[in-house]
T-cell receptor
Framework: QKEVEQDPGPLSVPEGAIVSLNCTYS??????FMWYRQYSRKGPELLMY????GNKEDGRFTAQVDKSSKYISLFIRDSQPSDSATYLC?????????????FGKGTRLSVIA | EAGVAQSPRYKIIEKRQSVAFWCNPI?????LYWYQQILGQGPKLLIQ????????DSQLPKDRFSAERLKGVDSTLKIQPAKLEDSAVYLC?????????FGQGTRLTVV
């Protein structure tokens, strides 16, 4: 079993739809959970960053972490064509200092105008 | 604040040739990572530096890959000799707090 599982999609939705992206993980030591957005031919850029369980909202984006189920989600409200990108979940365990991020495969999202 | 700079952006080489990538991190960021991203996959860690020391290189194929970080600033990643399966985007990232900042990557094609 991979440490982080993410459905690669592709996912295609109409403009204005609510998008739900999800990842599951197996390492209970993960404490930091992140969502990155990656446009074609670009490096990943950080969207949301959550520590431990709970919800975090930033504009049209909401990140949820359920550590008991080892499940994280990213919701995008009122999706826009500019949201079309690959969304990568990433997580890390706080050991002795800066620990590397473990990424999911990424979900490719297309928002159709 | 300037971002993470990587060069070259694209590289095409024949198998068995050697290639080097360069990364100039964000000033003051002590932690530097090299990730390999194969098409359709998430980034996979190759090596992590803290200043100029290696913290984790357990997933670096050391028979062909090498990396160094001179004076705790710029870093280079080298592949010698390259194989077809090394075709990927090589991403450099640096860390501030819990946020990793990525460069645009070097897209390597091995033919």
């Amino acid at each position: 079993q991979k440490e982080v599982e993410q459905d690669p999609g592709p996912l295609s939705v109409p403009e204005g739809a609510i998008v739900s992206l999800n990842c599951t993980y197996s390492n209970s030591a993960f404490q930091y959970f992140m969502w990155y957005r990656q446009y074609s031919r670009k490096g990943p850029e950080l969207l949301m960053y959550t520590y431990s369980s709970g919800n975090k909202e930033d504009g049209r984006f909401t990140a949820q972490v359920d550590k008991s189920s080892k499940y994280i989600s990213l919701f995008i409200r009122d999706s826009q064509p500019s949201d079309s990108a690959t969304y990568l979940c990433a997580m890390s365990a706080p050991l002795s200092g800066n620990t590397p991020l473990v990424f999911g495969k990424g979900t490719r999202l297309s928002v159709i105008a | 604040e300037a971002g993470v700079a990587q060069s070259p952006r694209y590289k095409i080489i024949e198998k068995r040739q050697s290639v080097a990538f360069w990364c100039n991190p964000i000033s003051g960021h002590a932690t530097l990572y090299w990730y390999q991203q194969i098409l359709g996959q998430g980034p996979k860690l190759l090596i992590q530096f803290q200043n100029n020391g290696v913290v984790d290189d357990s997933q670096l194929p050391k028979d062909r890959f090498s990396a160094e970080r001179l004076k705790g600033v710029d870093s280079t990643l080298k592949i010698q000799p390259a194989k077809l399966e090394d075709s990927a985007v090589y991403l450099c990232a640096t860390l501030r707090g819990g946020d990793a900042f990525f460069g645009q990557g070097t897209r390597l094609t091995v033919v």
